[in-house]
């Protein structure tokens, strides 16, 4: 168990709905990951927080955002969904510095 | 640009030997960091090791180590005396300068086979 959870473990939508992912990083760490890793597009970095501020953009959508809480909790909002954005997103949490990583257990979405 | 790239989509090994999987990269930063992340087929993502370009020492942890070739651009992952527990797919992957994103690999799949 890493420590780091994520809710929910699944979700099925429709195409066109929205959606929020949580993420609760290991107590104490103020850096927090999101990745999305699908068929097409392999793995991919999102976003990166730390201490609530935005610390990195990737491969983001402008259809998806994120942020990062004052209890240090993220969530991954997914609007208009597509098929495409089926996929598994994870979220990890490091303590600051990208040397180690934790990682949630990963939300499996499908969009129908 | 493609920045990291695996060559080996599946390797084999032979339990308790070791096993190089190869990840070279592309980058014209001077600093950057670079990482290997294990994934079973449970679909958990583990990360495994990191490397910083300025570190003069090989990143060691356990059984696995970084064989880091600045010149060449490759970060090699070594996993030594191969367990059935190994058997997973294994990402390589590259962040410049912090304040950047990281990029990934195709990865390899790893078979330990008994």
Redesign the interface.
């Known amino acids: 168990d890493s420590g780091v959870t994520q809710t929910p473990k699944h979700l099925i939508t429709a195409t066109g709905q929205r959606v929020t992912l949580r993420c609760s990083p290991r107590s104490g760490d103020l850096s927090v990951y999101w ?1 999305q ?1 699908s068929l097409d597009q ?4 999102l976003i990166q927080y730390y201490n609530g501020e935005e ?5 983001i959508l402008e259809r998806f955002s994120a942020q990062q809480f004052p209890d240090l909790h993220s969530e991954l909002n997914l609007s208009s969904l597509e098929l495409g954005d089926s996929a ?1 997103y ?1 979220c ?1 949490s490091s303590g600051g510095s ?6 949630g ?2 939300t499996r979405l499908t969009v129908l | 640009a493609q920045k990291i790239t695996q060559t080996q989509p599946g390797m084999f090994v032979q339990e308790k030997e070791a096993v190089t999987l190869d990840c070279t990269y592309d980058t014209s930063d001077q600093s950057y960091g670079l990482f290997w992340y294990k994934q079973p087929s449970s679909g958990e993502m583990i990360f495994l090791i990191y490397q910083g370009s300025y570190d003069e020492q090989n990143a060691t942890e356990g059984r696995y180590s970084l064989n880091f070739q600045k010149a060449r651009k490759s970060a090699n992952l070594v996993i030594s005396a191969s367990q059935l527990g190994d058997s997973a797919m294994y990402f390589c992957a590259m962040r410049p300068p912090p304040g950047n994103q990281f990029y990934f690999g195709t990865g390899t799949s790893l078979t330990v086979i008994p």
């Open positions: 990745y890793q392999g793995l991919q970095f610390r990195a953009k990737g491969n598994l994870f990890a990208d040397n180690e990583q934790f990682f257990p990963g």
